[in-house]
Structures are given as structure tokens and as C-alpha cells.
């Protein structure tokens, strides 16, 4: 069975500051892994995903993610936050057989001060 | 904007009710996924249609269910409704089958209150 661990329900950054939040996951196939992006009031929006082509992946808004194998990790980061960057980011696996369900971890909530 | 549509955007409803959720997938999409968001329980998958058959259930209750139609479009169908029902439902729609690596892209969602 796949899984996804979200280290931090809530993290908080000073604007300019370093963006790291943790995503642990768990799969019995090579994982196809994801990180969302959910805005107040709206719906979910791709940040990047890692399909195996590389292993540091970049998307959108500055962001970027590093899948790591050994630790089975893809933690995002993004160098210098933004007040913009306020938001819940989710992460997510794929992979299983018959289908390409996403499995969420359970959301971090970013919160930047000013 | 996603290109996925999802009405009605807001629903309120009492226990014991029956209401229907649409999704309209992106142009070209065949696959539709809908996701249930609930403070407790978080994004769970619910079901997934490909062209107009089931192809995996998560999470979802007996009182649930969907169809996905011939033009593409997926309705979710909640039943003897309770207020523990009350959450986001999003719809999230890919392109092909089984191309793991696809982007789903979700709709905005439909807020359902029980009451």
C-alpha cells in the first residue's frame, strides 16, 4: 500500500526566508509523487511532480523538490518565501496498478510573516 | 483555471437527503477522479471513471455513487445524507488510463453542508 507523511501540519516562515516543508512516503512501486497547492476557496493546483526523469524537479512560483530514494523523501523547498506562498501545500503518491489515484498526505499550512 | 467545471459550487442540504454533484472534465480528458476533503479525514479519493467505466473505489460509502456519461461528464450522487457528509468534493480529471505520471487537474470544488 502507498502512503504519504507530512511532517508539520502548520509551518511558519518570515518573507525572504527558506521554504521547507517535509513529505515522507511510503510505496511498494517506483512512486510517481506530487505537490499541490490549495489556495483559500479554491481548488488544488500542480506545484511539480516527479516522474523519474530527474531527480531535483522545478515548478512553478520558485519551487522546487528533491526525490530522494534512500530517505524516502520529496521535501519542497523554495529559496525565499513570498507573502503569495501562504497557502496549504499537499503532497501526493501515485502508482498503484489499475489506476492513478492520488494519495494525500495530510497538508501543511504555510503561513508567511511579514 | 483548470478547464474542469464542478456545480453547484455551494449546496445546503438537511439529513436524510439526496443531492447530485457534476463534473465537467477538461476537453480531451477521459479519466475523471473525484476527492472528498474533510477536516478530519483530509483529501481521500473517493472513485475514479475512465471513459465511462468504474476502474477503482477508495473510501467511498454505500450510500455513494457515480456515473460518468458518454459526453465525458461525471455526476456523484450522495444519499440519505448525514451530517458527517459535509466536506469538499473536487473533481480532478487526466487524460488517459493508466499514464501514472499525469497531471490530474482539479476542479474548485463543491462545498456541501448537511444540516
Known amino acids: 500500500a502507498q502512503s504519504v507523511t507530512q511532517l508539520g501540519s502548520h509551518v511558519s516562515v518570515s518573507e525572504g526566508a527558506l521554504v521547507l516543508l517535509r513529505c515522507n512516503y511510503s510505496s511498494s512501486v517506483p512512486p510517481y509523487l506530487f505537490w499541490y497547492v490549495q489556495y483559500p476557496n479554491q481548488g488544488l493546483q500542480l506545484l511539480l511532480k516527479y516522474t523519474s526523469a530527474a531527480t531535483l524537479v522545478k515548478g512553478i512560483n520558485g519551487f522546487e523538490a528533491e526525490f530522494k530514494k534512500s530517505e524516502t523523501s520529496f521535501h519542497l523547498t523554495k529559496p525565499s518565501a513570498h507573502m503569495s506562498d501562504a497557502a496549504e501545500y499537499f503532497c501526493?503518491?501515485?502508482?498503484?496498478?489499475?489506476?492513478?489515484?492520488?494519495?494525500f498526505g495530510q497538508g501543511t499550512t504555510l503561513q508567511v510573516k511579514p | 483555471d483548470s478547464g474542469v467545471t464542478q456545480t453547484p459550487k455551494h449546496l445546503i442540504t438537511a439529513t436524510g437527503q439526496r443531492v447530485t454533484l457534476r463534473c465537467s472534465p477538461r476537453s480531451g480528458d477521459l479519466s475523471v477522479y473525484w476527492y472528498q476533503q474533510s477536516l478530519d479525514q483530509g483529501l481521500q479519493f473517493l472513485i475514479h471513471?475512465?471513459?465511462?467505466?468504474?476502474?477503482a473505489k477508495g473510501n467511498i460509502l454505500e450510500r455513494f455513487s457515480a456515473q460518468q456519461f458518454p459526453d465525458l461528464h461525471s455526476e456523484l450522487n450522495l444519499s440519505s445524507l448525514e451530517l458527517g457528509d459535509s466536506a469538499l468534493y473536487f473533481c480532478?480529471?487526466?487524460?488517459?488510463?493508466?499514464?501514472?505520471?499525469?497531471?490530474?487537474?482539479f476542479g474548485p470544488g463543491t462545498r456541501l453542508t448537511v444540516l
Open positions: 480532478a480529471s487526466s487524460p488517459s488510463l493508466l499514464e501514472l505520471s499525469d497531471t490530474q487537474y
Open positions: 471513471y475512465y471513459n465511462g467505466e468504474e476502474r
Open positions: 501526493a503518491v501515485s502508482g498503484s496498478s489499475n489506476t492513478g489515484k492520488l494519495i
